[in-house]
C-alpha cells in the first residue's frame, strides 16, 4: 500500500504564496494519478487539482484555476502544489491523495491512499 506525507502548510497573507509537497512511499508512484482535496471548518472536502501518471493532464477546480499549481517528479516520489495569490477563502487542510487510475475527475471517491493533511491559513 501507499502512504502520504503532506508538507508545507503554514500561515500566510492574503496574495501570498505557498508551496505544498506529498512524498510517498513506494516504488510505483509514478503508476498513480495524484490529486489535491482542501476542507475548510464545517464545510465537505472539496476537489482542488489532479496530475495523471504523466504529469500531462493536469486539472484544476474553477476556484483555484490560474493561482495553483500542480507537479510531480517520479524520480523524488513527489508531488508539488504551487499555490499564488492566495485568498483568505483558501484557508483549510489540504490533503493529498492518489489513485490507480490513469485519468481521475475531482470525486473523493475516486482516490484510494489519503495523506494526514496538512493546514493551510490565509489572513485578510
Known amino acids: 500500500q501507499v502512504q502520504l506525507v503532506e508538507s508545507g502548510g503554514g500561515l500566510v497573507q492574503a496574495g501570498g504564496s505557498l508551496r505544498l509537497s506529498c512524498a510517498a512511499s513506494?516504488?510505483?508512484?509514478?503508476?498513480?494519478?495524484m490529486g489535491w482535496f482542501r476542507q475548510a471548518p464545517g464545510k465537505e472536502r472539496e476537489f482542488a487539482s489532479s496530475i495523471s501518471w504523466s504529469g500531462a493532464s493536469p486539472n484544476y477546480a474553477d476556484s483555484v484555476k490560474g493561482r495553483f499549481t500542480i507537479s510531480r517528479d517520479n524520480a523524488k516520489n513527489t508531488v508539488y502544489l504551487q499555490m499564488n495569490s492566495l485568498k483568505p477563502e483558501d484557508t483549510a487542510v489540504y490533503y493529498c491523495?492518489?489513485?490507480?487510475?490513469?485519468?481521475?475527475?475531482?470525486?473523493?471517491?475516486?482516490?484510494?491512499?489519503w495523506g494526514q493533511g496538512t493546514q493551510v491559513t490565509v489572513s485578510s
Open positions: 513506494g516504488r510505483t508512484f509514478g503508476s498513480y494519478t
Open positions: 491523495a492518489a489513485t490507480k487510475k490513469p485519468f481521475a475527475l475531482g470525486q473523493t471517491y475516486e482516490y484510494d491512499y
